[in-house]
């Protein structure tokens, strides 16, 4: 079973650099630029939430492996406990990435605010 490392740069720092820099990009790429809709924005979110915690399992899985522990042979003898090991850290990471999308959203929600309200200025 893979154990925790110490905290440091290479397996704490980096992945959640990474994790947040996606938190900041992933939904500008899910969610249209020009939407309208709340609802939309919120879907785009979600996914983009789900996309993150993914993502955490898989560049902390890589970082172990970078740092020359056998994540495949543990991968293969114990897929569960593995995986959850990886969502384990993942999650955690979340308190970081989570806050970031939160105002990602936020922004992009008075964005479509923005839109709706121009919109019925316009009269459309």
């Keep these: 079973m893979i154990q925790l490392?110490?905290?440091?740069?290479?397996?704490?720092?980096?992945?959640?650099?990474?994790?947040?820099?996606?938190?900041?990009?992933?939904?500008?790429?899910?969610?249209?630029?020009?939407?309208?809709?709340q609802r939309e924005l919120a879907v785009g979110m979600a996914v983009s939430a789900a996309m993150l915690l993914v993502a955490g399992e898989v560049v902390f899985a890589l970082i172990y492996t970078v740092r020359g522990i056998a994540v495949w042979a543990a991968i293969i003898d114990a897929p569960l406990a593995t995986g959850g090991f990886f969502l384990k850290l993942s999650a955690l990471a979340a308190m970081l990435w989570a806050p970031v999308l939160a105002l990602v959203w936020f922004a992009m929600a008075q964005g479509v605010e923005k839109r709706r309200g121009e919109d019925q200025f316009k009269g459309r």
Excluded: Q, Y
């Design 5 to 37: 490392e110490p905290v440091g740069w290479l397996n704490t720092g980096l992945p959640l650099a990474i994790l947040a820099l996606l938190a900041m990009v992933l939904p500008r790429i899910l969610v249209p630029a020009k939407t309208r809709s």
